[in-house]
């Protein structure tokens, strides 16, 4: 039995499907393996005090913006207030089985516009969690110092 169709065998068009699978998957990998939000993109204005810190070895940092969005450790994963009691916890115990034989600290960096009663709530969530908090800020430059 033979069918007849009325259609005409087209050999000029390329089928297009796999291409844009291929495409989406690559998308997917580069989005997934890159990391979207590093440090130097975060706009964060830090106080200005007159005196400097010195740089600690065992350190998590936990990062609010201006928008009061949070941002805890070095990969930035974004966290909300009520659950960043036990992201925190997680983080530290982590470094504890890194390093183990010195204690983490816990390195606050917060906008300055941020509100302060934010600002309260993210630091006491802090000292729950951690012993060693150091509050991250700009040294007043010398040639600033002269100017106010």
Known sequence: MKFRTRLKVSNHLIDLTPLVDVIFLLLIFFIVTSDILPLKSLQIQNPILDKDSMPLTTQLL???DAQQVIYLGSKKSI??????????????EHLRNLHKGSEPTLVLSVDK????GMFLKLFSIAQECCVQIRLVYQPIDSHQQHIS
């Open 62 to 64: 936990l990062v609010m």
């Open 113 to 116: 516009n941020v509100d302060y």
């Open 79 to 92: 966290e909300d207030l009520a659950g960043l009691k036990i992201s925190l916890k997680k983080e530290l």
